[in-house]
């Protein structure tokens, strides 16, 4: 009868569906991504110690029952320091409020409904990550990338993208009130029903987004490009416009921006007016290539006198007080003797 040698059979600690067989496994998996808030439950039940002492990790298994039952933040740091884990910034998970990031990538990360505040990110890549619902007040995000990134109801309120591009982004039903979006690039995002109110888009391009319901009034949007947005239902205005004369007629002017196929279908521009006709600097299209459906404008065109005088003061009223509204009202009348 041959003698048969007893070993310890090795078992795998499931972690999320992941079989990790030892430590070093468990240090990679953490290292690279995976969620550490699982080691909790398996402390609590018994599990990881068990799987401890199946690996012969005395000392481990020694600092562990050390750990009184507290909260689970408190719990986790325990464990990370009984294994040696430090906290890395790729690891979503050790990303903090007040980090600051430089030069990183994220790719299918979930950063949703976490607080964030005045965290740092500098030239970093976003592709497919979300920040749901995340609080992301005062975060700087400098010459960033951004690639399918989910921020809808997220709070970005007075947050910093100088420099940054957005590909189709989801901004819906964000908070980006008094947010720096200044010399950066947005294509084919969505901002519906988003609060921008006090943004700066100062040096901008806009292209092929979707601002329905938005809420712009006001911005800044001095030197950008405005190029086949909707702004369906929205409500606009813009700070810092240069007044002009055209067509005799004093009005607030948008440029030196650019503005082209864009579709202002039911947006509402109150005490603020558009007038393309004549006005080709920087606003190189005419005016038939814009939608003004159902459009609060104050647009003053070549109607009875009475009515041109009506909204020429409305307009100037809105602009310079009482004066302006003898000016505009004059100016409208004048409007139509053209």
Request: proline content about 2%; charged content about 25%.
């Amino acid at each position: 009868m041959k003698n048969i040698k007893s070993e310890k059979i090795k078992f795998s600690l499931n972690i999320n569906g992941v079989k990790i067989k030892n430590i070093i496994e468990l240090k990679l998996y953490i290292e690279e991504g995976g969620d550490p808030k699982y080691l909790i439950d398996l402390f609590k039940e018994g599990q990881m110690i068990k799987w401890l002492n199946n690996q012969e990790e005395e000392n481990i298994v020694t600092a562990l029952e050390q750990i009184s039952l507290q909260s689970d933040e408190d719990i986790l740091d325990e464990i990370l320091l009984a294994f040696n884990i430090k906290g890395t910034n790729y690891n979503p998970w050790f990303i903090e409020s007040g980090n600051k990031l430089y030069n990183q990538e994220f790719v299918n990360i979930d950063l949703s409904k976490r607080d964030l505040n005045s965290i740092s990110f500098s030239e970093c890549k976003f592709d497919k990550t979300s920040f749901s619902e995340a609080n992301l007040e005062n975060a700087i995000f400098k010459k960033c990338i951004f690639n399918n990134v989910d921020f809808s109801s997220s709070n970005l309120a007075s947050s910093n993208f100088d420099g940054s591009r957005f590909y189709k982004s989801n901004f819906t039903s964000v908070k980006l009130e008094k947010s720096i979006l200044t010399n950066s690039y947005i294509n084919q995002s969505k901002f519906i029903e988003t609060d921008m109110r006090f943004s700066n888009l100062d040096n901008t391009i806009l292209e092929h987004n979707d601002f329905t319901r938005a809420s712009l009034n006001p911005i800044a949007a001095k030197n950008s490009e405005f190029i086949g947005n909707c702004f369906r239902s929205s409500h606009i205005s813009f700070i810092g416009t240069i007044m002009v004369m055209s067509k005799n007629l004093l009005l607030p002017s948008l440029t030196p921006n650019i503005i082209i196929n864009c579709d202002f279908t039911d947006a509402d521009y109150d005490d603020f007016c558009l007038h393309f006709i004549n006005q080709n600097e920087g606003i190189n299209k005419r005016e038939e290539e814009f939608q003004f459906a159902n459009m609060n404008l104050n647009y003053v065109n070549k109607e009875t006198p009475a009515m041109a005088i009506a909204k020429g003061a409305a307009v100037g009223a809105a602009v310079a007080g009482p004066l302006g509204g003898v000016i505009g009202g004059i100016a409208g009348y004048l409007y139509t003797k053209e």
